[in-house]
């Protein structure tokens, strides 16, 4: 197999040279910052630990910056493109720029949050610059959509990055570190400065990483049972849990019972625990009825 040219990758005069040719202008609404540096997406590639074997799917490509990278090292690369004329663009960009890898790239056009399959063998790893105003919901349906992801990196605004990665008991500890949690270990993997972005965002940008749990969370609750206890108790984050969760539960009696059943302290808030202690909550909801009162409809009462 030929090695990719050196100069395969896009620098500044490349993005804007095949963004005017493109009439393109990044648009605030898409969150789109394109990456006109080559060493930071080569490091980029280095932090996602992506390998010769690897089936790399990316959201949000853009001009083909990360793209080109990508395909330097994994075995196939598959990216999801909402914009009309950026999906439309891409595949030419790959062809001219690394002929000799166009055949292990597949663009798919269309809402990551929409995608249900991909083209080609499963995807074992995700790594993307993911527009800033979607990047918790796309990254939580990706990682549900295709447990085949063992893998991911992903590069988000900043504080998002805190979020994601925070721990129980941090003051930024919250629904999207609960979920992103359901599935993967979480961990910052670093920062990224803006200039190596253009247009430059206004705001810093923080690298993601995600390993699949090798076992799922030992429940017998389902992930939607679990995540309604999780945004019930992040939506009023300064009440205590037997408050937080009664509308969950039917009453903050019933909110009480369950979280005693869970070894759970109805005075503690939801920033405190973790997403098994979430999971066993959920298990118990029903621990507040009475036996001879099954009624379908008495917890929403």
């Known amino acids: 197999m030929s090695s990719p040219t050196p100069d395969a990758l896009l620098g ?13 202008r990044p648009t605030k609404q898409r969150g789109q ?19 010769p074997d690897d089936v790399v799917v990316e959201v949000g490509p853009g001009l083909g910056s990360l793209t080109l ?27 001219a720029r690394m002929p000799e890898r166009a055949d292990r790239f597949a ?26 105003n979607v990047a918790v919901p796309v990254l939580l349906h990706m990682l549900d959509t295709f447990p085949s992801i063992e893998r991911t990196l992903v590069m988000v605004q900043s504080e998002v990055a805190d979020r994601l990665a925070a721990a129980p008991g941090s003051k930024v500890y919250g629904v999207p570190s609960v979920k992103a949690n359901w599935y993967a270990e979480v961990k910052r993997a670093g ?14 940008s923080g690298l993601v990483a995600l390993t699949r749990r090798t ?19 992040f939506a009023q984050r300064r009440k205590t849990l037997r408050a937080a969760l009664a509308g ?17 302290s109805p005075q503690a808030r ?32």
Request: proline share 8%; no cysteine; net charge negative.
């Open 248 to 264: 969950w539960a039917g009453s903050a009696a019933a909110a009480e019972a369950a979280l005693v059943a869970a070894g759970v």
């Open 191 to 204: 920062a990224i400065g803006r200039n190596v972005f253009w247009p430059a965002p206004n705001v810093d």
């Open 270 to 301: 939801g920033e405190a625990l973790t997403v098994e202690e979430f999971a066993l909550i959920a298990e118990h909801k029903e621990a507040g009825a009475r036996p001879e009162e099954p009624a379908p409809h008495k917890e929403y009462e």
């Open 69 to 95: 990278a990508l395909l330097e090292v994994a075995d196939r690369v598959t990216a999801v493109e909402i914009d009309d004329v950026l999906a439309a663009a891409l595949p030419a960009t790959i062809a």
């Open 215 to 233: 076992e799922p969370i030992k429940t017998t609750a389902s992930k939607r049972e679990v995540f309604a206890v999780v945004d019930a108790a």
């Open 33 to 51: 910052n394109f990456v006109i540096d080559a060493n930071t997406v080569r490091r980029i590639v280095r932090t996602a630990q992506v390998r």
């Open 107 to 132: 663009l798919v056009h269309s809402d990551a949050m929409h995608v249900a399959e991909l083209p080609g063998p499963p995807p074992t790893a995700l790594v993307a610059n993911l527009p800033y």
């Open 12 to 24: 500044p005069a490349d993005i804007r040279e095949l963004a005017a040719a493109l009439g393109v």
